[in-house]
């Protein structure tokens, strides 16, 4: 069983373009992250949700917007695609709960988005 | 700033021992963390350290100096399926992860 899955694991699409990453985790954590990884390989947090709260925004274009129908669920999506926003999209999660603990972050297998 | 630092790349030979260092400088510290990333693949968890010295599991080992800022990755009896990337993250006091660039490890026959 797959513990924290993405959907699609590819995308390729034009710019201008509206489209959405989705993520799943049945590991019963209560925070998901989202993360963009770009060519240089760095790892940069966008956002993470905590029992359905916004609990870090970094500061990621607006129009970016994350959604989590519930506990177990945070999609992404992304309006008007851009160039720049080509990159490789991790989804994660952890059991931490408070936003105030150390707890291991488990991750999907990524979403390589290509915008032509 | 925080930054993380580590090698761009290293190269090993099968069967040896490499060591894989990082330095950070972050805002307060609550850990750091050790992911492997194969190749279009997950970062997959392999160590914390939180306080200084050795934690040893299996053929890798991880050190942690918090007065230095430093740690290191130790990887024993290299294989081949041991060549990725290797991700250093620190937690700082507002329990984000800061991450390293990692460091692709290329192992040699």
């Known amino acids: 069983d797959t513990a924290v899955s993405q959907t699609p694991k590819y995308l390729v699409t034009q710019m201008g373009n509206d489209k959405s990453i989705k993520c799943e985790q049945n590991?019963?954590?209560?925070?998901m992250y989202w993360y963009k990884q770009d060519s240089k390989k760095f790892l940069k947090i966008m956002f993470s949700?905590?029992?359905?709260?916004?609990?870090i925004n970094e500061t990621v274009p607006n129009r970016f917007s994350p959604k989590s129908p519930d506990k177990a669920h945070l999609n992404l999506h992304i309006n008007s695609l851009e160039l720049g926003d080509s990159a490789v999209y991790f989804c994660?999660?952890?059991?931490?709960?408070?936003?105030?603990?150390?707890?291991?972050?488990?991750f999907g297998p990524g979403t390589r988005l290509l915008v032509l | 700033g925080q930054n993380i630092d580590q090698p761009t790349e290293m190269t090993a030979t099968e069967g040896a021992i490499v060591q894989i260092n990082c330095t950070y400088q972050?805002?307060?510290?609550?850990?750091l963390f050790w992911y492997q990333q194969h190749a279009g693949e997950a970062p997959t968890f392999l160590s914390y350290n939180v306080l200084d010295g050795l934690e040893e599991k299996g053929r890798f080992s991880s050190f942690l100096s918090r007065s230095k800022g430093y740690s290191y990755l130790l990887l024993k009896e290299l294989q081949m399926k041991d060549s990725a990337s290797y991700l250093c993250?620190?937690?700082?006091?507002?329990?984000?992860?800061?991450w390293g660039a990692g460091t692709k490890l290329i192992i040699k026959p």
């Open positions: 949700y905590n029992n359905k709260e916004l609990i």
């Open positions: 993250a620190v937690m700082d006091s507002n329990y984000q992860l800061i």
């Open positions: 972050t805002s307060g510290f609550n850990g």
């Open positions: 590991l019963g954590h209560d925070t």
């Open positions: 994660a999660s952890s059991q931490d709960a408070t936003g105030e603990s150390v707890e291991t972050q488990y």
